[in-house]
């Protein structure tokens, strides 16, 4: 089993930015992917970026990218998301997802992020 422990959410002003990060723990070895994914209200969950664990090949929603910024920290078994020029859409409960192919997801808690001024 993996457990993920999110955290950095918040309230921030358009333009604004925020680091999320997400800790695994317990059977690390098995995660192949790593990444976060958002939901907003009344819409569906959807992929924001990902990294491999082999090769740390990322990949990111074109609606992220050139303002958030994906990076990891082996030895933490860490994730971060560096997310800059938030805007309203951006609001959303952010969540941190593990995967070892072939096997159901592993998912955190949540977090929100509130865009507004």
């Known amino acids: 089993q993996v457990q993920l422990v999110e955290s950095g959410g918040g309230l921030v002003q358009p333009g604004g930015s925020l680091r999320l990060s997400c800790a695994a723990s317990?059977?690390?070895?098995?995660?192949?992917?790593m990444g976060w994914y958002r939901q907003a209200p009344g819409k569906e969950r959807e992929l924001v970026a990902s990294?491999?664990?082999?090769?740390?090949?990322?990949n990111y929603a074109d609606s992220v990218k050139g303002r958030f910024t994906l990076s990891r920290d082996n030895a933490r078994n860490t994730i971060y998301l560096q997310m800059n020029s938030l805007n309203p859409e951006d609001t959303a409960v952010y969540y941190c997802n593990a995967r070892h192919l072939g096997y159901p997801p592993h998912w955190g808690q949540g977090t929100l992020v509130t865009v507004s001024s």
């Open positions: 990294i491999t664990t082999n090769g740390g090949y990322i």
């Open positions: 317990g059977s690390t070895f098995s995660i192949d992917v």
